[in-house]
């Protein structure tokens, strides 16, 4: 399937802090509205309150490197975020993302070329994102991380699976 998201567009180098805040970490629940709230407040002040569902963000290379917290990858799930598309991702953020739902994509060809505020399709299938009228091909995700990310993340791909077994 091929959709349109507007573009928010960051550097190299945003590590957990700045995408969320640490100084909310044991002050924030697990209410998806106030993670939103905070959502890169410290980098990008307009985003919590601008963001649409469906946007994206495209950044550099070692997007959520810093601490494990998983509140770095649900404050922009919360937030609507579809995907982040990065040169490249810190490891632990990377699979953060997939357990909680969130696509991320590492195809550094199509980072220096985008424009925030601009938008581009990406279209999972053929692995593929078009920005004006340009094609680039990032690597395959494998058939169970686009499972787990379509299901919400992989507590509901389980219980998913568990269902289907039944």
């Given at each position: 399937?091929?959709?349109?998201?507007?573009?928010?567009?960051?550097?190299?180098?945003?590590?957990?802090?700045?995408?969320?805040?640490?100084?909310?970490?044991?002050?924030?629940?697990?209410?998806?509205?106030?993670?939103?709230?905070?959502?890169?407040?410290?980098?990008?002040?307009?985003?919590?309150?601008?963001?649409?569902?469906?946007?994206?963000?495209?950044?550099?290379?070692?997007?959520?490197?810093?601490?494990?917290?998983?509140?770095?990858?649900?404050?922009?799930?919360?937030?609507?975020?579809?995907?982040?598309?990065?040169?490249s991702?810190?490891r632990?953020?990377y699979?953060?993302a997939?357990?909680?739902?969130?696509?991320?994509?590492?195809?550094?060809?199509?980072?220096?070329?985008?424009?925030?505020?601009?938008?581009?399709?990406?279209?999972?299938?053929?692995?593929t994102?078009?920005?004006?009228?340009?094609?680039?091909?990032?690597?395959?995700l494998?058939?169970?991380?686009?499972?787990?990310?379509?299901?919400?993340?992989i507590?509901?791909y389980?219980?998913?699976?568990t269902l289907?077994?039944?």
């Amino acid at each position: 399937m091929n959709t349109t998201h507007r573009i928010w567009k960051y550097g190299d180098n945003v590590n957990t802090d700045v995408i969320f805040p640490g100084k909310y970490t044991y002050t924030v629940s697990h209410d998806p509205i106030e993670l939103a709230k905070h959502a890169l407040e410290d980098l990008d002040p307009n985003f919590a309150s601008q963001v649409q569902v469906g946007d994206v963000i495209v950044a550099g290379r070692n997007w959520g490197n810093g601490s494990s917290r998983e509140q770095a990858v649900t404050c922009l799930v919360h937030a609507g975020v579809k995907a982040v598309i990065a040169t490249s991702f810190a490891r632990i953020y990377y699979r953060n993302a997939i357990n909680n739902g969130l696509l991320v994509i590492q195809c550094p060809e199509i980072v220096p070329v985008v424009t925030a505020g601009n938008s581009l399709s990406i279209d999972i299938e053929e692995s593929t994102i078009t920005y004006e009228s340009q094609t680039y091909g990032f690597p395959r995700l494998p058939d169970v991380v686009q499972d787990i990310v379509t299901a919400g993340g992989i507590i509901p791909y389980l219980q998913n699976q568990t269902l289907t077994e039944e």
